[in-house]
């Protein structure tokens, strides 16, 4: 059964910053996409950030230059430094792992950030 854990949410004031991780059991890690979503209250989950098996980035318009994503492949884990949070950030994030070659795709369970102004 793969976990995925996420932790490092939190309350936070408008300028500060968080740190979330994103633990796994997987034994394929460095196989797949690991990535962070988010969901607003009243809103659909949405993309923030990607990693490719390769290292390769992504990420959504209203994040570039403030969050980066990063992984451990020894340690299997995937991290998100947010910096500079805006009120406009609170929701609860979810980390994924997805390997589109085996049509496999995971999710935790989510932590919440809240970002106060």
């Known amino acids: 059964q793969v976990q995925l854990v996420e932790s490092g949410g939190g309350l936070v004031q408008a300028g500060g910053s968080l740190r979330l991780s994103c633990a796994t059991s997987?034994?394929?890690?460095?196989?797949?996409?690991m990535g962070w979503y988010r969901q607003a209250p009243g809103k659909q989950r949405e993309l923030v950030a990607t990693i490719s098996s390769g290292g390769s980035t992504n990420y959504v318009d209203s994040v570039k230059g403030r969050f980066t994503i990063s992984k451990d492949n020894a340690e299997k884990k995937v991290y998100l430094q947010m910096n500079s949070l805006k009120p406009e950030d609170t929701a609860v994030y979810y980390c994924?792992?997805?390997?589109?070659?085996?049509?496999?795709?995971?999710w935790g369970q989510g932590t919440q950030v809240t970002v106060s102004s």
């Open positions: 994924n792992a997805r390997n589109i070659n085996i049509n496999t795709n995971y």
């Open positions: 997987m034994r394929t890690f460095t196989m797949y996409t």
